[in-house]
């Protein structure tokens, strides 16, 4: 089992910057990408940035050019950079962590709150 505990949500005015972490602990050799995503109410679940254990990043196309993925090997966690957020930003974001099947685990999910 792989446990992942998010930190960093919270409110924040349009315009501003917010940064997430996932911290991993557990079987993380299992783990060979961890990423970002984040459910709205009413919408489906959506991809927000990932990255591999090699470096390589992947980010949806809302928030290219704002969001930067980065990761920390040493202390096994992964951050979010959130920077020029919008109203539509809002939603419960979901860290994951993934090594194929059937390993795929989530996060409890933190709240990011965008007030225009």
């Known amino acids: 089992q792989v446990q992942l505990v998010e930190s960093g949500g919270g409110l924040v005015q349009a315009g501003g910057s917010l940064r997430l972490s996932c911290a991993a602990s557990?079987?993380?050799?299992?783990?060979?990408?961890m990423g970002w995503y984040r459910q709205a109410p009413g919408k489906q679940r959506e991809l927000v940035a990932a990255i591999t254990s090699g470096g390589s990043t992947n980010y949806g196309d809302s928030v290219k050019g704002r969001f930067t993925i980065s990761g920390d090997t040493a202390k096994n966690t992964v951050y979010l950079q959130m920077n020029a957020l919008k109203p539509e930003d809002t939603a419960v974001y979901y860290c994951?962590?993934?090594?194929?099947?059937?390993?795929?685990?989530w996060g409890q999910g933190t709240q990011v709150t965008v007030s225009s």
């Open positions: 994951n962590a993934a090594g194929g099947w059937p390993y795929n685990y």
């Open positions: 557990g079987s993380i050799f299992r783990i060979n990408a």
